[in-house]
C-alpha cells in the first residue's frame, strides 16, 4: 500500500534531440507532471523523489515527499535546465538507494529511471551496485527514449522491473501509466502495524467568539508564507494544524490520512477479477446494463461472475479502472 519511489531522469546533451517536440526534455518533464499527478491519485499515501543526472553527475531535484504540488512545481522550474555531457547512472542510483535502504520493509522501494544516452559515465564498477540494489530490495524499471542499452537490461532483470524503449509521445504516456499502479508484492515482504491519524476538517465560523485564526504547518513546505486561517485538519496527537490531507506531521510524525486515502490505496491489493464476455445471444435475462441501465446493443456483454449480473462496455471498464467493485454486489449485499 506504501510506495516509495525515486524518478530518475536524464538531462544529458541527447535530451536536447527534437524527436519528441519541441525536444525531449520538455516533453518527459511535461509528462512527469501527468505522472505525479496520477501517481498521488492512485496511491495517495506514498511518496515519490526526483533526481536528474547530466556532465557525470547527479542531482537531487526534489527528496522523498507525498506532497504533488511541490514535484510538479520543480518540473516547472526544471524546464529551463541546460542539457548538457553524460549521465551517470552509478552516481543517480547511488543517491537514491542511500534514501531507500532506510525505508521500512513493509513499503516498497522502487527507482524509475527515464533513459535518454546511450552512453553512461560512472567512477565505479555499476554491476557491483546492482548486486547491492538487488540484497536492498530495490526494484529498478527503464524507460528507455533511444534504443535498448545492455546495461539497463541486466539492470531491470537483476532487480525485477521492466524495461520498454518508446515509440512514441503516446506510447511514452502509456509506459508511464503503467508505473502508476504499485507492483506485486514479493511473498518475502514484511507486515507491520503503522500509526494513523484520521483528523476531521474542522470549519470555524467569523461569527463564533471562541475561533481564533492559527497559521498551518503546511506553509513550511510552501514559498506563499504563513497565512491565518480559522479551520483545517488538526493532528489528533498535538494538534498542529494542515490545510489538506495526506501529510506526515511536522511536529510528532504521526501519518494523517483520511478513510478515501486508505481506499484507494487499498484496492490494489485485492483488485477485482475480469469479467467474463458473454454473447448477448447467449444471455436471457433482461437487456439493459445493470450500472448505467441503458440498453444493451453490443454483441458482446460482461457479467459478474458473483452476482451475474451484466454490464455493458463502457461500464466494465470504469467498474474495474475507477471502482474497483461490482455496483451489484455492493447494492445486494445487506445494511449492517
Known sequence: MMRHMFVIIDTSRTMDDQDL????LTSTLKLMEYFVDEYFDQNPISQIGIITSKNKR?????DLAGNPKKHIAALKKAVDTVCGGEPSLYNSLSMAMETLKHMPGHASREVLVIFSSLTTCDPSNIYELIKTLKTL???VSVIGLSAEVRVCTVLTRETGGTYHVILDESHFRELLTYHVKPPPASSSSECSLIRMGFPQHTIASLTD??????FSMSHLDSSSGPSLTLGGYFCPQCRSKYTEL????KVCGLTLVSAPHLARSFHHLFPLDPFPEVPLTDYKGE???HACQGQLKDQKVFSCPTCCSVFCVECDLFIHDSL?????CIHSQSAP
Open 21 to 24: 517536440k519541441p525536444n525531449r
Open 58 to 62: 547527479a542531482e537531487k531535484l526534489t
Open 137 to 139: 530490495k530495490i526494484r
Open 209 to 214: 467568539q471562541d475561533s481564533k485564526p492559527s
Open 246 to 249: 495526506p501529510v506526515e506531521c
Open 287 to 289: 437487456r439493459f446494463c
Open 324 to 328: 474497483h467493485c461490482c455496483p451489484s
